[in-house]
């Protein structure tokens, strides 16, 4: 049903006779504008021979209801059906409902820049200043168009908003219809390519809503950004913040657990520890100020109208986040908000609904368990709260402060331990029989129109869609979160993506890859698993290992209840922490999955024959273990026999940066010379990687120093974090001399990039090693690598053909075949050309995908194999014991009947 069909009849200007006039103008040019209005902010363009007469400058709803005092009101607006509501057809012409003609045929929809959508509720005065702040501004503005919904406020709102503003659509509803719902109501008629939700008691700067349109087309990936928010005195006001859990409740109702186990989680912490001016991938952002992109918005679906008031900007991010996109942080641009103007006017029943939402968040998301877990969590904090009360703490409490904490939490203890309000996650408005797009409803048989009630997750990241035929569900667990481990999953979920795997990586919140293209959902929701290094003080000392071992906990139970919630078929192991190792595997069995685990390192390089019992350990309690060379399957077969039968081995996959704009080696990385100060001509040896004594870093500058007097266009290029050891003075003196250049930090992606884009030729002097990520990256590159014939590189590497190696015995090869390469760019050129088409050919990662994905088919039909021979054994003991049993019965005589 075309949603025109519900608005008023039009009100045209007209002369003394009154008839229509025509506008002496088309958008953008110069003609009359009503005031406060924007030319482009509403207009209708027209066919060159269609007649256009003077249109309302948006689509409101009040034409032709001025007079009147009509409204138009949320029953009478109605709703288009699930596969019109977010793409209406551009209307072709305008029924007249006064004369009962067609008027203004040829007509179509304008799209606009943005859509800016606030709900208002008796904030008379601060909508009007944030109206103002829209149109009122100076300064030049993307085409927009500001559309206001009124939840039936009783100070008048609706008719300031027509006569103050009547370049604003209206939408004044009869009754409050709930944040979520209202926004909605927005969403159906905005016409912009970006949709921003904004509260009436925001107000924007000249230039916010052009740089945050611009920060939106500039990353294609963020379905979702927020600005920089300041209170009205200036001050920074954080408006991120990550997904709810139990823990970070439980902080957020014990304040005094922010000092000790979670201060990540606290706006003490966001006001003290993040920059308030960096750009950064969060997990979600508030809605007082939240542009979405509207093709998201219609493959997510908008908000949930079952969230009557908060919680609904979290869960559609945590949706836009399971369906792949990113959300954004964005400080480029900066608006003044005064926090809760409409919820303190309604302060307990505001307050009820935000645990209410809260609640229905974890039964939306979490389940059934984890939702009356937190009901009960709020019930014993709200008891601790009225202890507290009663003990007069905290001290700078004042006497009427403290009476409505407690009358606050004694209603809040009352309604979470019976449950009362909580059960029922039906919003307290008459709500539509059909559903929006992007959610769904599951009814059990029951009592009452909730009973039984479990919302489910969106289709695009439901954990029970249909399945097609052969698909296998993975959980990839990659704890690190950066490094050559997290580029080796990403590209691993990419690829097995395309050979009929669903995968969801399990990884840390400050993702290195979190704004890359991803063809996999990226459940960024543990905590960093590195431990804290322990201070000299005894007590911090001991702070800091209870915060660690709280991280831990928290850790390990949100990879179980990922583990066990979701409709996988297996959990694959990336990297875990050597001390977490044996740990982590035992919790991730009680999910009761087959477990693969790729042992990228059989054994630490640092200490790792202490820790062989533990890998041992480890080794033992998989299903399946996988290894990248011959040479890391055998020291794993010497380690651990038993388990011989189950290690496999798929070659490393050459993986690329994965970046939207990569240096170009064909013009020879000329800007990334440039960037770089490298002059035009050198030929660049690189040694990339973070810089530890078994790399061998020693050995390549020795060698280099060596022969640099024979090389004057070579260059030696150190890009890594870590000490260089012994050598480091040799190296300053290089650098001085301009032969050598040193970056002694971590590598972004985009370092990384442009430093194999320069580099001639790469240097692993490696002293012992399995694998090597950045050996196969730099052969996707092209960049042909001279390395020692140490473990799994003399089969990574074909000697004279895509690289060089050397004897790991001779001290002086070395140097030798380092000056040998770097005099002949015609071999290295040539060795280039092989390592691209190694890359493309038997490394490519559709290879890896393939041999991954038939091993995990294998070890389910080990999985299903062992089941059915456990079940059988467990059938057979049944079956004797009970037999056992019932001869034992009748050859017992005190079992016997007595003798009458």
């Known amino acids: 049903m075309h949603p025109l069909r519900f608005f008023a009849p039009l009100r045209l200007r007209g002369d003394k006779k009154n008839k229509p006039s025509f506008p002496t103008h088309k958008a953008g040019l110069p003609g009359r504008t009503p005031p406060g209005a924007d030319r482009l902010s509403g207009n209708f363009a027209c066919s060159r021979n269609a007649p256009r007469i003077q249109m309302p400058w948006t689509v409101r709803c009040q034409w032709a209801s001025v007079e009147r005092g009509a409204a138009l009101t949320k029953e009478s607006h109605g709703r288009a059906n699930e596969s019109e509501r977010l793409s209406w057809p551009a209307p072709s012409a305008m029924w007249h409902q006064a004369s009962g003609r067609t008027i203004g045929k040829g007509l179509r929809r304008v799209m606009l820049d943005v859509s800016i959508i606030i709900v208002s509720y008796n904030v008379r005065e601060h909508l009007e200043r944030c109206l103002s702040s829209i149109f009122n501004s100076t300064a030049r503005r993307p085409a927009f168009e500001a559309i206001v919904i009124d939840n039936a406020s009783s100070d008048r709102s609706p008719e300031m908003v027509r006569l103050d503003f009547p370049a604003a659509t209206l939408i004044a509803n009869s009754e409050n219809a709930g944040f979520a719902a209202a926004c909605n109501q927005g969403i159906e008629i905005a016409r912009g390519r970006y949709l921003l939700l904004l509260n009436p008691d925001a107000t924007l700067l000249d230039d916010t809503l052009k740089k945050t349109i611009a920060f939106m087309d500039a990353h294609p990936e963020a379905a979702a950004a927020g600005c920089k928010l300041l209170h009205p005195d200036g001050s920074w006001h954080p408006s991120t913040r990550p997904f709810s859990t139990l823990a970070n409740q439980l902080c957020s109702r014990v304040p005094i657990l922010n000092k000790i186990g979670a201060p990540a989680t606290s706006p003490e912490y966001l006001e003290r520890e993040l920059d308030p001016d960096a750009v950064r991938a969060v997990d979600y952002v508030w809605g007082a100020f939240l542009l979405m992109r509207r093709e998201d918005v219609e493959s997510i679906g908008p908000l949930d109208e079952r969230f009557f008031m908060y919680s609904e900007d979290e869960d559609w991010c945590y949706r836009a986040r399971r369906a792949g996109r990113s959300i954004y942080y964005a400080p480029v641009a900066t608006a003044v908000h005064a926090k809760g103007q409409s919820s303190k006017l309604a302060r307990e029943r505001m307050r009820a609904e935000l645990f209410r939402s809260r609640y ?8 059934r368990a984890v939702a ?3 009901r009960l969590l709020l019930g014993l904090t709200a008891c601790l709260q009225v202890i507290a009360v009663g003990i007069r703490w905290p001290r700078s409490e004042g006497r009427n402060e403290r009476v409505r ?6 209603s809040l203890a009352k ?3 019976t449950g009362r309000g909580f059960r029922d996650p039906q919003p307290p408005f008459p709500r539509p029989a059909a559903t929006r797009a992007g959610d769904r409803v599951e009814r059990a048989e029951g009592s009452g129109p909730a009973a039984g009630m479990r919302v489910a997750d969106p289709p695009m990241a439901e954990k029970s869609a249909p399945r097609t035929r052969g698909e296998i569900r993975v959980l990839m667990v990659e704890t690190g979160g950066w490094g050559g481990v997290a580029l080796y999953s990403y590209d691993l979920c990419n690829a097995l993506g395309k050979v009929g795997a669903r995968v969801s990586l399990a990884t840390t919140g400050d993702y290195e890859f979190a704004a890359a293209e991803k063809g996999f959902e990226a459940a960024t ?6 431990s804290e290094r322990a201070p000299a003080n005894r007590l911090m000392g001991l702070v800091k290992k209870l915060r660690s071992l709280l991280k831990h906990f928290k850790n390990g139970a949100r990879l179980l209840a990922l583990a066990s919630g979701g409709d996988f078929d297996l959990i694959h192991v990336q990297w875990l922490p050597e001390h977490l190792s044996l740990w982590v595997v035992r919790l991730l069995r009680l999910a009761g999955r087959p477990i693969v685990y790729t042992a990228h390192d059989v054994l630490p390089h640092e200490d790792g024959n202490r820790q062989r019992e533990l890998f041992r350990s480890v080794y033992s309690l998989v299903d399946l273990i996988i290894v990248h060379s011959r040479y890391a399957r055998d020291l794993l077969v010497e380690l651990a026999p038993e388990a011989a039968g189950k290690i496999a081995i798929v070659p490393h996959g050459c993986s690329r940066i994965p970046l939207s704009e990569r240096s170009d080696r064909q013009n020879d990385g000329r800007e990334a010379r440039t960037a770089l100060g490298i002059p035009a001509g050198k030929t660049v040896a690189s040694f ?12 390549l500058i020795a060698a280099f120093a060596a022969i640099r007097r024979d090389l004057p266009d070579a260059l030696l290029l150190v890009a890594g974090q870590g000490d260089v050891g012994p050598r480091a003075d040799i190296l300053s003196e290089m650098a001085s001399e301009g032969s050598a250049l040193t970056i002694n930090r971590y590598l972004s992606l985009r370092e990384i990039d442009a430093v194999l884009s320069v580099s001639d030729l790469l240097v692993l002097p490696y002293k012992h090693v399995y694998t090597s990520g950045i050996l196969h990256v730099a052969q996707t590159y092209g960049v042909p690598v001279l390395a020692r014939d140490v473990g799994g590189l003399a089969e990574s590497i074909k000697h004279g053909e895509t690289g060089l190696l050397v004897r790991a015995d001779d001290p002086d090869a070395l140097k030798r075949e380092l000056r040998k390469a770097l005099q002949d760019a015609g071999e290295l050129a040539r060795m280039s050309r092989n390592c691209l088409s190694e890359a493309e050919g038997a490394r490519s990662w559709k290879r890896v995908a393939e041999s991954t994905r038939e091993l995990y088919a294998d070890a389910l039909r080990r999985r299903e194999s062992a089941d059915v021979a456990a079940r059988g054994r467990r059938a057979v003991v049944a079956f004797f014991a009970r037999a056992g049993a ?5 050859h017992d005589p005190s079992e016997a009947e007595p003798n009458p």
Do not use: N, Q, W
């Open 886 to 890: 019932r001869r034992r019965t009748s």
């Open 360 to 367: 229905m968040y974890f039964l939306k998301h979490r389940g």
């Open 525 to 530: 929701v543990l905590l960093d698993f590195r």
């Open 372 to 374: 009356e877990a937190y």
């Open 688 to 699: 990339v990687g973070s810089i530890r004594p078994y790399k061998g870093l020693d050995a």
């Open 405 to 410: 904490r407690f009358h606050d939490e004694i």
């Open 415 to 417: 309604s979470a331990l």
